[in-house]
């Protein structure tokens, strides 16, 4: 008799399954490319940047020079260029794990995890969202919520609500795309209680390294609106020649570059 | 005056049974003096282990430090507040901190780093004391570290070996220095063994580029104000600041101290009491002894008042005289407790519950209440004690009395 109603279920929710997905086809698709292509939008098998940090907080004002380069997901090595006082200091991030170097002291220390939520060079980045390698579309339940005009721009929003198992700390990500060409122009991180955290916009869309790409990228803390941190792209080239062997602590120490 | 002659001469007629009687009130005497000095030097030493180590009796800060700790709330107008605690002579030590990250090789931990001036932290706190290894800062910069216990061990570091600090410095930037282990405190609470790095304030300048202020003043009268003297005294100069004495710092600590001394209390009540019936079971009997000796007094035509007036006036000089020599002994054994306190470092290297640490030296502490109460409690005694029999034998037939066994 249980065995009969078993089966009766599966029979049954095998008629249903080709039809569910059938439905929502489409939609589940281009959100799905969306997301990916949000994701991949600053990643290539490699890519090296030069760029400008502008952090404002309440108490300080700082802007820095970093040139940095990427290989994957696991990969990236950030250096200073300028202030003087900071010249050198780096941070190598390979898979879960952060150093950084201090030229000051000549010394290499690995941030243990208790320090991962810290601020990263004095911004409002921390370290966990340099080594994070959560794609949207794997770690989101996500949907449209929006498809239409908006001040003149055809727009799409796609709401994201974490997966269950998904280690991810945000309660519900808002993305916010142009239509036409998908490069992301809002991105809203809310927190567990799903208030707004953090606003990440992007500006000044244009060409650099072969793609289209916002070049500046400006976070807001929403608990702190006159707080920011801008990073404008200076330079960026995607897949260039990165030997393996270039993300290691003797690169980090070293200040060499490829 | 003739009438303590004779009691004095009385009591001396049967000198067996008066230094039994002696004997008990002299003892018990002594025993309360000596326990009630100890149960108040361990309240003290309790107390002083929560203010002396690190708290202090007062502290302030500013208005939002402890609700944020943030490096930018630094207290308001600091020189004037230090100038007038160490004109009205309270210890005033400054301190600020700041959270970061030291590591050595392959390990390493969070810290809050404790920004102090030793010679000024010195008047506040016995941190310099309380090395489990090595020294403790020198007057000089010099990017010495004293760590906590447990923090040194994490770090696997002691004595002489080399660290980094890492901080988040108040410019944004990221400060490092390499800093040298200079020594390790004892055990002084779990929250501060775990995290406690302390360094120079001129050391602490240069790694968190932040030259002036202070996140918290401690202050410490070493006993010559209360705590809460202390606070009104700092309040009248702290405008804008926030004032507050250790017991709302620490108000779970400030409850069991309360509590315990509640309870002290209690015990030595029970104490008293036991003492007081032993004083008056031995005085009873005393004086019930005499009963035929009062009938005797009686059948001669003694007065009743007179009987009993003659009673009273033996057993006060009794009382008297034994408080007297309990009182110098127990006094002298206090003093001695007090400067060679009980050791029990055999039983425990120092308690540490709840973050008061314990002195494993059990210091006796001697106050004008814990001799006064020992002695009234045996005058009041033995008077009593003797006047119940003495009523009794002054109503008695002299020839019942006479009779008495």
Redesign the interface.
């Given at each position: 008799m249980r065995r009969e109603i078993s089966i009766f279920f599966v029979m049954i929710f095998f008629m249903l399954l080709p039809s569910a997905p059938a439905l929502s086809e489409d939609a589940k698709i281009s959100s799905e490319a969306i997301l990916n292509h949000v994701d991949d939008l600053f990643r290539g098998n490699s890519s090296y940047a030069t760029m400008t940090m502008k952090v404002v907080t309440r108490h300080y004002t700082r802007e820095i020079t970093l040139e940095g380069w990427t290989r994957g997901k696991d990969y990236s090595l950030i250096r200073v260029l300028s202030p003087l006082k900071e010249k050198g200091t780096a941070t190598l991030k390979a898979g879960n794990n952060i150093w950084n170097y201090l030229p000051k002291v000549k010394r290499v220390i690995k941030i243990p995890s208790s320090m991962m939520g810290g601020s990263w060079m004095g911004s409002h980045f921390t370290n966990d969202d340099l080594i994070k390698e959560s794609r949207m579309a794997d770690d989101y339940e996500h949907s449209i919520t929006f498809d239409g005009t908006r001040e003149g721009v055809e727009m799409i929003d796609l709401e994201l609500i974490p997966k269950p198992e998904a280690a991810v700390v945000w309660g519900k990500v808002v993305v916010s795309v142009r239509k036409k060409d998908l490069v992301p122009v809002k991105i809203d991180y809310y927190g567990e209680r799903l208030d707004l955290e953090r606003t990440m916009v992007f500006i000044d869309i244009r060409e650099m390294g072969g793609r289209l790409l916002p070049s500046v990228l400006r976070i807001n803390p929403a608990d702190k609106p006159q707080e920011y941190t801008q990073i404008i792209y200076k330079e960026i080239a995607f897949d260039i020649e990165l030997a393996d062997s270039f993300f290691s602590l003797r690169t980090l120490q070293s200040g060499t570059t490829p | 005056m003739n009438m303590f002659k004779i009691a004095w001469r009385n009591l001396w007629r049967n000198p067996r049974r008066t230094g039994i009687t002696l004997t008990a009130m002299v003892l018990s005497t002594v025993v309360l003096i000596v326990t009630y000095a100890l149960m108040r030097g361990m309240i003290i030493d309790m107390e002083h282990s929560v203010t002396d180590i690190t708290i202090g009796q007062a502290q302030i800060h500013h208005i939002d430090y402890r609700k944020e700790r943030s490096?930018?709330d630094i207290i308001d107008n600091p020189n004037r507040i230090i100038a007038y605690a160490q004109d009205n002579g309270i210890g005033v030590s400054p301190r600020s901190f700041g959270y970061g990250?030291l590591?050595s090789g392959?390990k390493?931990?969070?810290v809050q780093f404790w920004g102090i001036t030793p010679e000024m932290e010195r008047t506040v706190s016995k941190l310099n004391e309380n090395l489990f290894k090595g020294d403790f800062l020198l007057d000089e910069p010099g990017m010495h570290v004293v760590l906590g216990r447990k923090l040194a061990r994490t770090l696997n570091a002691g004595p002489g070996s080399e660290l980094?600090a890492?901080v988040?410095?108040?410019?944004?930037?990221?400060g490092?220095?390499?800093v040298y282990v200079k020594g390790i405190l004892k055990g002084i609470g779990e929250t501060l063994d775990r995290s406690m790095a302390i360094i120079h304030r001129k050391d602490f300048e240069s790694l968190f580029v932040l030259y002036e202020g202070y996140h918290e003043m401690a202050f410490n009268s070493w006993g010559s104000m209360t705590p809460e003297e202390v606070a009104s005294a700092i309040e009248t100069v702290s405008a804008g600041n926030e004032v507050k004495t250790w017991r709302s710092l620490m108000p779970g600590v400030s409850d069991m101290l309360n509590t315990f001394d509640g309870a002290t209390i209690i015990f030595l009540a029970i104490f008293f009491l036991a003492a007081a019936l032993g004083v008056l079971n031995t005085l009873l009997m005393a004086t019930y002894e005499r009963i035929p000796e009062f009938g005797l007094l009686k059948a001669i035509g003694t007065s009743p008042l007179r009987i009993i007036r003659d009673i009273a006036a033996e057993a006060l000089v009794l009382g008297v005289f034994s408080s007297l020599i309990g009182g110098v002994i127990g006094i002298a054994l206090a003093v001695y407790f007090h400067h060679n306190p009980i050791d029990l470092s055999a039983f425990a290297e120092g308690f540490n519950t709840a973050g008061i640490v314990m002195n494993a030296q059990w210091r006796a502490v001697l106050t004008i209440k814990g001799v006064a109460y020992p002695v009234m409690v045996m005058w009041v005694v033995s008077v009593l004690a003797a006047l119940y029999p003495a009523f009794k034998a002054a109503r008695l037939d002299p020839v019942r009395a006479l009779t008495h066994v």
């Open positions: - | 490096l930018y990250l590591s392959t390493s931990a969070g980094i890492v988040q410095a108040a410019d944004g930037s990221l490092n220095e390499i």
